[in-house]
């Protein structure tokens, strides 16, 4: 017998006298009460046992494994029909990358390298080694925020970049220059000092769902 099947015939309540008396006594002739509730008893076993279930349903009662618990959840939250950006939404999205990339903090290339003091290489080799944070939109060149010029916002961009290798840059600029909560509505750029990087770039991760 399957497990479930198992686990509720076992937790079956018993029958009792005055179960068959209350709920039959009406509708049959019940000769030996006692005889008939224990017949009735075996009887809703035999029932039960005569049950098939699938094996994905072949656990305890109330037992479910996390990859069944994942499945259910995932479930849930799944649409019909798969979701595809309209033309709208696409110039949309690129609409609002283009003024980010656009605002006075992102610098181009060659201006961040002019106030760094660094050569243009040495700054493509930065980024490339992710120790800064460039932005780009298709052909228009890379920016990069004006914060990485501060020693302190620099060590905390790239404490992000290093920990965080797998999210895109546009997610990360975000996480950095957006108001958290856990920081009392500050963005992490705003709120950083030399003693809290670490705890700051805590909160970046858990914004970003990386605990």
């Not at 605002?103 to 290489?121: G, M, T, V, Y």
């Amino acid at each position: 017998m399957p497990k479930t099947l198992e686990f509720i015939a076992d937790h079956l309540p018993p029958i009792t006298v005055d179960d068959v008396v209350r709920r039959f006594s009406t509708s049959v002739e019940i000769r030996d009460a006692r005889a008939f509730a224990a017949e009735l008893q075996e009887f809703m076993h035999e029932r039960v046992e005569a049950v098939e279930l699938p094996p994905s349903l072949d656990l305890p009662l109330g037992a479910e494994t996390t990859e069944q618990a994942l499945a259910r959840k995932a479930a849930t939250l799944r649409a019909d029909t798969r979701w595809v950006p309209g033309e709208t939404d696409i110039q949309r999205g690129r609409a609002a990358l283009l003024e980010a990339f656009d605002r006075p903090h992102n610098l181009p290339l060659p201006e961040f390298a002019r106030l760094a003091n660094k050569s243009r290489q040495q700054i493509y080799k930065d980024i490339d080694a992710r120790r800064l944070l460039a932005l780009n939109v298709g052909p228009r060149g890379q920016k990069l925020p004006d914060w990485q010029l501060d020693p302190v916002k620099r060590h905390l961009t790239q404490t992000v970049l290093q920990g965080a290798a797998e999210v895109d840059n546009w997610t990360l600029y975000r996480a950095l220059s957006e108001p958290l909560e856990g920081l009392g509505g500050r963005s992490p750029v705003e709120a950083v000092t030399a003693d809290s990087v670490d705890e700051v770039a805590r909160a970046v991760f858990n914004a970003l769902g990386m605990r």
